[in-house]
């Protein structure tokens, strides 16, 4: 998996629920032929990403299809979730 391309932005909270900032990524992905996530349309990664006092973690991950934004029912392995974390720790602006 190779992320091409993301958007990223800092999701509010008007009531002062949540402790520390939050953030809302959308990694754009391509992988090969070959891997099951695969699809013609194309997926991307929605990133829930937490920054508090004591350190930044992935708050949530959803797969969606870019066509329709429909959600895929399908997990990332543990060393492709650890790019996606570092990806967005390298990426906070």
């Given at each position: 998996?190779?992320?091409t391309?993301?958007?990223?932005e ?13 953030y809302e ?8 032929e070959e891997?099951e996530l695969y699809s ?12 508090t ?5 992935i708050a949530g991950l959803f797969?969606?299809n870019r066509?329709?934004d429909?959600v895929?029912d399908f997990?990332?392995?543990?060393d492709?979730v ?12």
């Amino acid at each position: 998996m190779v992320i091409t391309e993301h958007t990223l932005e800092k999701i509010e909270d008007p009531f002062g629920i949540l402790e520390g900032d939050r953030y809302e990524y959308r990694l754009f992905a391509s992988v090969d032929e070959e891997d099951e996530l695969y699809s013609p349309e194309g997926f991307y990664i929605r990133v829930l990403y937490a920054v508090t006092e004591s350190g930044q973690h992935i708050a949530g991950l959803f797969l969606h299809n870019r066509i329709d934004d429909s959600v895929l029912d399908f997990e990332l392995e543990e060393d492709e979730v650890e790019m996606v974390r570092e990806y967005c720790a390298a990426h906070l602006s």
